[in-house]
């Protein structure tokens, strides 16, 4: 059994890491920490897991952390991760971190968009983990910058085109719709019941920071820069994300031929379902699992390509696919623990 | 006083053309039809009226309605209209109609889209009322074509583009965030609660109806073809749609131009609000209220300008535009019961 | 017109008496406060007034409160409304409270389900502002103690029966589902949207304090003590109010019997509507309305009373009935400005 | 492993049952039938299980059900299960039927609030399937009852109390609040998403026919006869079930008594969690598990006990509950495939 730590388990993607290692066969969850509730158990703060979980949060130390586990996740707010991690790798932990503090190669893009990095000298070590792009260097890595939602969503679906020249790379446009939960379990305004509920609303249109992190990951795969135009929005549901993509099309390009790059792609890769043409993905269908449903459409009259991808941005936008990253780190199969059947409604 | 007639009463446009007509000052609602429902009290079929709408259902006879009212509103299935409004036409009503039987001046493009028309004599002659750009024909026209909730949502922001070289106008991409009410009150997995609630789904990716309705109004704004890529989704509110639009811009513009052009041009229109850059639009703000707002942000990376609004489908996208229409037709203000304040919440 | 001030007017109670008064015909909203919001424009704190409520907040200021109003509304924390009401009556002012502050005659009752009381000598000349049950004294007085939500739809329901001898009064029960905006706008976790949403809970389980507020007020229409138990619930909707009120029947007692007595208690009473046997009250149908819908059954097997009444919390559970509280003071039809026709949905 | 047949696969509880079945370590499931669907996979059905569930559906022929497996599971509508039942049950099949066919021992009571019965030879055999009341008789048993949403959710509350004198037996009230599943994956208007988002109601008042279902199971509990006076409410969430409960209290009972009595009832029983008081129940804690978690509280002041109890409608209210049943009648651990941990949110 792997001994398992999760640093900051009480915010939503740590309470969802919880509940997905709970049952998990070869892992075996020893410590939690929360700074906010250290000396109460984690039944306390999340009810539902009464009876499934018995530890209780402790604050956060290293040591005691890196004692303890052969695996770190660290969910915790960007910034004060890149203060933990470095002291977790090198008392030997394994850590996979949910912030944005390692996925990025280039610092100054970090520092560009977040703010002063103090742990730079880590990136170049660190593999982003999107496990169906990047499976080997995740394998041989001791330090996973696990992907944003948002990325998680676009890439996917945009992955498979970055070197076939059928798309205009200077065209692309992502116009993604989020579920509530993305915001964390910080009170705020706008995540007041009232103040979302029956509404609909962009936001940091054309300047969430994820921008550049869909960005550097495109760019490396096409071999040359990828200009994103990103808007999200925030829809009333608890889970869930729904990233629509455009992007122009070089020359006559036919349904057939997308599906089968698509699907050719993803063969191997048990987390990506591509729908057959006239299939719309739902984010119903994925709600709770680590599933990335992509269906597409070409708009034959003005020749451009329309991709839609779901996830639950909890599981494959954050917790489930850190686990799958364990998972490969671990050398087992990427989908244990993480094949619970999606419910019908 | 007005006399009104509303044709097809119990489904949810019509029925809220009910909710409206019953709080306007100068308009009388005296007959109120329903296949499904003849012969039933209206406030059985909507126990929200009781005590406020007196009417019974009866069927619709073209004689009858035209007898009684000086205005129809015919709020039928696409195809049933042009089977009602020529009849009315000729005894002497003023008709508007909220199906898309009469919004298009083209009927090859209808029935590219829609079906056969029979009554296309009429087309040139209905004026469409989307009074923000048509207002003195449709102060001069006897039959109005009322708008669809997606091209309204999508022609307020763009119009103001159309003759002013600012953006590209082969590049417009739209992307539309409904609520369910558009689907109407037929019974469907669709709008089924527990398919819908806590999903986020797209449909119809570039081959919903709408779409040519927003391309023929464009292009006659523009004096050119203006092709449109328009992804339509359900979301699970009842009410709202919020449109997001994508389109390249020409050269160097800034956020000052186009506020100032968007200002400029709705200066005099009681109904559309712009916001000053830095704000987003909410369906939450237009909730019940005929408004739509419309907000921007130019993406300054890629040189493309976002603009996003929303409106509530069954009031500027529907039933309220349509008592606009009326106001305008019959020489009343525009706002003439059509001013209640938005909810807070 | 009638000068009108609300004192507290970004809650969410404050702000739907801002909706309401705006669309009033007899009343002018000259002056709005707010602490947290001072200085700014009350359509920036609720852009969906945008170019319908151009005031800006000020701090609250008894002088200058009085000196500009006839009526005041304050909507403010209980215990915070009892230091500024009795300024604003000494400088003539007519003031309705939406707190707890003023609906009790026994100070001592106060004291023991809130706090102590500062201004207790006022509670005599208070009328509480049940309209339906206190016409005369609302008429008559200064000062309105504006009921809470809960009371009003357990009194209104059960006020016909406490002088029949139909129902044994110490049997009642009362379970209630609110929608979340009756916990206001202040941030909780217990209203935080992924907290709320898809969930289901009661709370405060025969301890709420609006437990007095029904004992007394129907202790005193039935001339002797009359018990409630009490258990509010939350669900998750942002408006909306349904109470299942349970009572033993004391003897035979026929449908016919209990409408009839509902129906001739509130005969002329314009916001209370009386469902026929077999109909089913539906918040629905009063959403963003001043009604309350009352419907029953009698459960034959038990010879049990089952009332059911649905309100909106913030219209007749608050805002909407202080206005119509207002308009009774100021010698207007009861119904003035409160006539908006329901939404069908 | 044992091989399972679903009969019935399509509808909610039929969906839920394929969705938990795919999981559990020590079944096969090797046939689903559909009426509807047969010749479609169920993947096409229900998109979401795309890749997890290979079967297609068949129509139903009670030689090829019985002929591949050991248990059936016939999630039927009432009357067309009894119909299936008997022949399966003949050639060797054990039966878990959902439908309320065979909950009842007395088939008058069946037949005065459904229909006739056309197998009530097999009602004295059938086990009613609640496994923390009756598990031995389920143990035993070739046919299982299983219960309804609301019974299972009043009776584990109750059952505790039956034989101890604690609580006046002719005084209980249930009134529970259901989410939308319950009413299942067939189209109506009651169901329809405008119609219950953002609404509440009570229906079928007093007469909805899960009531003599809990009055002949309590009554067996009590060795007397158990009136209850029951209201269902609808609620708009896809899943969860609240279910409040009010008795008169015999004498002085103590928070203790009451917390000692529950503890001790369900001490060995996986699936029931009792609430330490001054906890809550929430459907949100069970949304997804087979748990029903129950608290209370005494109204000191009306010496009168109210339960509270929260179970997911699909899971402990239908399917989850029908493999527990299945679990004991092969001699499983009761959680087998039944453990899977709830979701934070």
Redesign the interface.
Known sequence: MIKIAVVGATG?AG??L???L??HPEASLVLITSRQYAGKPFAEI????????DLKCIPCDVDTVSGAADFVFTALPHKVAMGVVPGLLERGAKVIDLSADFRFKDSAVYEKWYQSHEASALLEAAAYGLPEINFELIQKSSLIGNPGCYPTSAILPLAPFMKENLIDL?SI?V?S?S???GAG?S???A?????????????K???HRHTPEMEEVLSNLAGRTV???F?P?L????????T?I?ADLCGDVSHDIVYDLLASYYKDK?FV?I?SPG???????????N?C?I?F??????N?L?L?S?IDN?VKGASGQAVQNMNIMAGLPETTGL???????
């Open positions: 939503y309470a969802e919880v509940r997905i709970t049952g999340y009810p539902a897991m009464t009876g499934v979980v200077d446009i116009d719709k579920g509530v939960s379990r009170l705020s305004l995540a007041h019941f009232c103040e979302v509920h029956e509404g609909l609303r962009a936001y249109v054309a300047a200009p994103i135009t808007t929005h829809v009333p549901v608890s889970r869930g994300m729904l629509t455009y048990p379902r729908l299939r719309v993905p739902d984010t119903l269908h994925v709600r709770g699992a599933y449903d269906g459409r070409i708009d034959k009259r003005a451009r329309i839609v779901v909890l094949s619970a059947c999606p419910f019908p409604v």
